[in-house]
């Protein structure tokens, strides 16, 4: 929990990962060159005073993401969103083994969500049910871009994509994390589009779809299906560090997602260990939209409360203390929830 | 202008299609080497994970406009550091082309996913133009802006970029013709005015962000490497300092 100015605020880092990227890991080039890409974000956009070595980056261990996130970091609870890259490192790049044991030695603190890939078909059902019973799954993350024998990326509408999403609604697996990436077969469309999130939010309105880094960088093509679909959520994964290197196109990101996605489907995180969540988490307690952007309304306490950690803890049924609960907004289900002009909504909704 | 010159001036028309800025803006002409009719240019990016759909168009484009050139004889590019780099410059030597590049991952070509960019280009252009007019007059009603036509908007580069969007797609340069239109040049609705002027704003905000946060990665990957041909006057250490917007 953190507590600022007599408010406090209930934190869940809805994104976060425990990562084995040394040399020994990296299977080829491009092992490296993932991480490489990873600390590149991470030099980018964090202050300072928040740089890790290069060393330190490559794995941190299980003591030293207690420490980042629950002794340091505020966080009263945390979700593993794991990528697999079996391409590129030997053991995977997310360590389902220590990260699970992690998660269930403290099982108050700690999710572990798994991932699956459409494209082992039957036999990676068969392993998906496996794996929803020895994590007790609630969520998968899925990386669309990850690299697997010929193909380097498929869709969620993908045929054997669906056999998969109806096996997770047998399942009870009910939050699909979705991470887009910049391959995807074939090579002539944008491996960015999310226009298959809106297909399978449509198909399968029982399960919940978070697009994390909130479709960045197609922020506006992630805005115009969410506010369409009613189970599509943003996850703020990336999103969060441009508050320090770049607080007008944060303001401008949150004013976007405010407006088209609304204040209870939007979900903060670290993006552990990309970031760390302290000084996160501190930036954006005290962060506001700036005056020169007057097109957006102030973010509220409220708001802010139900982002960090509220919205995320209702999905994953995560107990919150009463006193710090929360109601959900007057926002319709679809349509720009932060709109202030009804007509303008309405016809949206019916366009 | 000597070959050198002519040859950078002619990478500027090589645009990256999500950005919408010319490549050597970006910095990511790494190099360019000329000796006699030969050329030999490096392109680099802000990562290795760049989308290789993009990077080829760019490496291709920017082979095509150096062969196009009345003097060049010998054309390489190459690209580096990216995770596909001998693919795309293997296919870039052999002329190999889209699909003979790509193989079974390529099925048609990239002329769609290149229209599908020039559009966002265009209604991220319009957004700047009419955001700057009612900035400019508050007492304008928003819902006016769908009767504003060209000549309402003022000569400056914000007009002229958007009327160079507007040839690329063939959209009507005409004085009179409407400022807010769609990619087949249709206006709109009055009723339908403010939100049609509120995702072409998403769509600028997500482009204008992508392109400062790939520019500051591409200065935290080649920290002492200024790009070719323009040392950027503003180049600095970005991994330790804010970077006002």
């Not at chain 1, 044991?101 to 403290?106: G, V």
């Not at chain 1, 193909?151 to 997770?168: F, I, N, T, V």
């Not at chain 1, 939209?289 to 803890?313: M, R, S, V």
């Not at chain 1, 107990?319 to 007057?330: G, I, K, S, T």
Request: aromatic content about 10%.
């Amino acid at each position: 929990m953190y507590e600022k100015d007599g408010e406090k605020y209930f934190i869940v880092d809805a994104h976060i990962a425990l990562w084995d990227a040394r040399p020994e890991n990296q299977r080829n080039i491009h092992g490296r060159q993932f991480i490489d890409c990873f600390y590149d974000y991470h030099r980018n956009l964090s202050p300072e005073s928040e740089v890790w070595s290069y060393e330190e980056y490559l794995y941190q261990g299980g003591d030293r993401l207690m420490k980042d996130l629950f002794t340091d970091g505020y966080v009263d609870h945390a979700i593993f969103q794991p990528a697999f890259l079996g391409e590129f490192y030997y053991r995977g790049f997310g360590q389902t083994d220590e990260a699970s044991a992690l998660a269930a030695a403290h099982p108050d603190k700690l999710t572990y969500n798994h991932h699956f890939d459409p494209r082992n078909g039957e036999a990676g059902l068969d392993q998906l049910r496996a794996d929803a019973e020895r994590f007790g799954l609630k969520g998968v993350k899925l990386y669309t871009a990850e690299w697997h024998g010929e193909s380097r990326g498929y869709k969620l509408d993908d045929p054997w994509a669906h056999r998969y999403l109806e096996a997770c609604q047998e399942l009870g697996i009910r939050n699909i994390h979705v991470h887009k990436g910049p391959t995807i077969r074939p090579l002539d469309r944008d491996a960015f589009d999310v226009a298959d999130i809106d297909h399978v939010a449509s198909d399968y309105t029982d399960l919940n779809f978070i697009v994390e880094h909130c479709g960045l960088p197609r922020l506006e093509d992630f805005c115009w299906i969410a506010t369409q679909e009613p189970n599509v959520h943003a996850g703020l994964a990336v999103a969060m560090p441009f508050i320090h290197t770049r607080p007008k196109y944060f303001a401008q990101i949150m004013g976007e997602l405010l407006y088209w996605v609304g204040e209870d489907r939007i979900q903060f995180s670290s993006d552990y260990a990309l970031w760390t969540p302290r000084w996160l988490v501190e930036a954006f307690v005290d962060f506001q939209i700036p005056d020169d952007l007057d097109d957006y309304p102030a973010i509220t306490t409220e708001q802010k409360k139900k982002i960090l950690g509220l919205n995320t803890a209702k999905m994953y049924d995560i107990a919150v203390p009463a006193e710090l609960r929360l109601p959900a907004a007057d926002e319709p289900a679809v349509g720009p929830r932060g709109a202030d002009n009804v007509t303008a909504a309405d016809h949206l909704v019916g366009a | 202008m000597n070959r050198h010159d002519e040859a950078y001036a002619a990478l500027g028309a090589v645009v990256d299609p999500e950005l919408d800025e010319p490549i050597t803006d970006l910095g990511f002409v790494r190099s360019l080497v000329t000796t006699g009719g030969d050329v030999e240019v490096h392109l680099r990016l802000p990562t290795s994970f760049c989308a290789p759909n993009f990077a080829y168009l760019m490496a291709s484009d920017a082979k095509d406009v150096l062969t196009n050139l009345h003097w060049t004889e010998e054309v390489v590019v190459e690209l580096d550091d990216h995770h596909d780099s001998d693919i795309i410059n293997a296919g870039l030597a052999a002329a190999a082309g889209y699909r003979g590049t790509f193989g079974h991952e390529a099925e048609d070509d990239l002329d769609d996913l290149r229209l599908t960019f020039r559009r966002k280009a265009h209604t991220a252009a319009m957004e700047r133009c009419l955001t700057q007019l009612l900035r400019s007059d508050r007492a304008l009603p928003e819902a006016s802006l769908g009767e504003v036509r060209l000549h309402d908007l003022p000569d400056n580069e914000t007009t002229r970029a958007l009327l160079r969007r507007r040839s690329t797609l063939g959209l009507s340069l005409g004085p009179d013709a409407l400022v807010m239109v769609d990619h087949h040049g249709h206006g709109y609705p009055p009723d339908d005015v403010p939100m049609t002027l509120r995702r072409a704003r998403s769509t600028r905000i997500s482009i204008d962000g992508n392109a400062h946060f790939c520019r500051g990665l591409l200065r935290t990957r080649y920290p002492a490497e200024p790009s070719a041909a323009l040392p950027d006057p503003a180049f600095v250490q970005l991994a330790t300092l804010t970077i006002p917007d």
